[in-house]
Every structure is written in structure tokens, then in C-alpha cells.
């Protein structure tokens, strides 16, 4: 077992900006930073610009409330010539309570590396 402690790409406390009707946090919100966590994790990997091709489904567990503080961990799970796929999970350590940690969601994202003239290259 590896008892190293994960270290989040980000880590974000979410604001009354972000929620919805209900009182919970916009799950477009949570996107936006699964998406920028995932990227970057893919610049640690090339020295080219990386675009998102792809997100595969993403399930909201449970929900986010504002002041829950937020992390997104990320691990590279493939790598491709062109490309790199990047699971990410995302945690909420609760406002009221930041001992309880819960599992919000996870999120797979696809990324294709890009050259200066926008189309695909390889990761190099």
C-alpha cells in the first residue's frame, strides 16, 4: 500500500456565484474544473498546447455546497501519439464539517495535443 498523500492538481472553495436554485453548486461549474484540473496535468506531460476532445460521463454523486472545499486529483491512464486520456476524482471536504471528506465525482478527459497551426501532432 502506498501511503504517500495525494496531492490535488487543484484545490477550490466554491462560492455563492457558483450555485444554482437549490442552493448546490452548478454541476457546469464542477465541469469547468474537472476540465482545467485535467489540463493541467496534461502540460506536465508535452510541450504542446493540449485542447479537450473529450469528456466521458460524469455522474454527480453527491452534491457541493459553498464553502466546501473542493480538490481534484488527477492520473494519466493512457497515452497516445497524438493523445492523452486523464481520470480525475473530485472530493469535497464538507464547510461544517472538513474532517468528512465525500466523493462528488470522477470524470475521464480526453486531450489531443495541437502544433502552432491548431492541428493535431504528436505528444513528444
Not at 455522474?59 to 480538490?71: A, M, Q, R, T
Request: proline share 5%.
Amino acid at each position: 500500500m502506498n501511503n504517500t498523500p495525494r496531492i490535488p492538481a487543484i484545490r477550490v472553495t466554491l462560492l455563492p456565484k457558483d450555485t444554482n436554485w437549490h442552493g448546490t453548486i452548478f454541476g457546469g461549474v464542477l465541469l469547468s474544473q474537472i476540465d482545467l484540473a485535467a489540463a493541467i496535468e496534461a502540460r506536465k506531460h508535452t510541450r504542446h498546447r493540449t485542447v479537450t476532445v473529450a469528456m466521458q460521463e460524469v455522474e454527480f454523486k453527491k452534491p457541493v455546497y459553498v464553502g466546501d472545499v473542493v480538490s481534484f486529483y488527477t492520473d494519466v491512464v493512457r497515452r497516445g501519439s497524438t493523445s492523452l486520456t486523464i481520470h480525475v476524482d473530485v472530493e469535497a471536504n464538507r464547510h461544517d464539517d472538513p474532517t468528512e471528506v465525500v466523493k462528488v465525482t470522477q470524470a475521464v478527459v480526453i486531450f489531443v495535443a495541437v502544433g502552432p497551426d491548431g492541428q493535431k501532432c504528436t505528444l513528444d
